[in-house]
């Protein structure tokens, strides 16, 4: 059966990344992924948590927020209150961080910002795909202020979404499709192709081994497209 939006089950939806997407940000970009669009930005300060100090390490966390009308009905503003926006940047800040030789930052913060202009479904996942965008940026903004000499951003990282619709595995759940899924994942990977983090759950029934590896290898494939896409966007 045809998808909501006419895709392949294995087909991501349209990416497009629109890179230098603010003028006072070290790094920024502007994430569309179907009709979920995201601003991501990274800041770059001086000293890093307390834990870190003396340390001679360096730190990259995240912020996340959803603007009040970035969805059908208002929803408040949610950054400062915990709950799932807390939730969600303490995944992309760890995500991040996976990749980062922290020595080489120095005792400096990165601090990624993602706000969701516009929410169909995945904004987590997209966070992290145009975070890296946005980290990548900063980490080359750091080289040529000459606040670091050597590269610290080991490897790249993307993130995608994969679910159980009506008995058929579907990858890049738009809301519709996630709000309507048995089973539905978040697979967070490097572009090596090894696993960062994985968010699961099944909503009515449990699911099997099977269909595990089936979503895993789905989600997989359409994450070595996200990181073909950021090769391209970053020229690399």
Known sequence: MPRIDGRRPDELRPIRIERDYLDFA???????????????????E????EFLNGSGRGWVTAEYAMLPKSTKSRSPRDSNRGGRAREIQRLIGRSLRAV????????RTIILDCDVIQADGGTRTASITGAMIALHDAVSWMRKAELISSYPIRDLVAATSVGIV????????????DSAADVDFNVVMAGTGEFIELQG???ERPFNR????RMLALAGQGIEQLCQIQRETLEL
């Open 100 to 107: 980062i030789d922290f020595k080489a930052l120095g005792e």
């Open 166 to 177: 009506n008995g058929e595995c579907l990858l890049d759940l738009c809301y519709a499709e």
């Open 26 to 44: 070290e790094g920024s970009c502007l994430i569309s992924t179907g009709k979920t669009k995201i601003l991501c930005s990274a800041s770059v």
């Open 201 to 203: 759950t099944a909503e």
């Open 210 to 213: 099977e269909c595990l590896d």
């Open 46 to 49: 001086d000293g890093v948590p």
